[in-house]
Nanobody
Framework: EVQLQASGGGLVQAGGSLRLSCAASGFIFDDYCIGWFRQAPGKEREAISSIGSRDGSTFYANSVKGRFTVSRDNARNTVYLQMNSLQPEDTAVYYC?????????????????????WGQGTQVTVSN
């Protein structure tokens, strides 16, 4: 069974940091892209970052570029999203997703890739 488990969310003050984790199981992790998305109340879901499978290519939305860093540890089947300089507008539920069963090497064009499996989401709240 394909599973993605997002964790690491919480409440943080503006300017603070959090590191989200996305632990995957049930498929050959190395062969698939992982993406990070977020959805704030009343807003559409936003693709904020992705990391390729074997080439390690990355994508960042303009809203997080320079503040967030995505990385993956294939030995642990885990992708991380380091979030620095958090602002209240970063408050949202954060989700990770995978391109499984499509073995896409690079997923920098996040809107052109099919994301079939999603984690359950982790809440990030940034206070003033």
């Amino acid at each position: 069974e394909v599973q993605l488990q997002a964790s690491g969310g919480g409440l943080v003050q503006a300017g603070g940091s959090l590191r989200l984790s996305c632990a995957a199981s049930g498929f050959i992790f190395d062969d698939y892209c992982i993406g990070w998305f977020r959805q704030a109340p009343g807003k559409e879901r936003e693709a904020i970052s992705s990391i390729g499978s074997r080439d390690g290519s990355t994508f960042y939305a303009n809203s997080v570029k320079g503040r967030f860093t995505v990385s993956r540890d294939n030995a642990r089947n885990t992708v991380y999203l380091q979030m620095n300089s958090l602002q209240p507008e970063d408050t949202a539920v954060y989700y990770c997703a995978t391109t499984f069963p499509y073995p896409v090497t690079s997923c920098t064009a996040v809107t052109r890739v099919t994301w079939d499996y999603w984690g359950q989401g982790t809440q990030v709240t940034v206070s003033n």
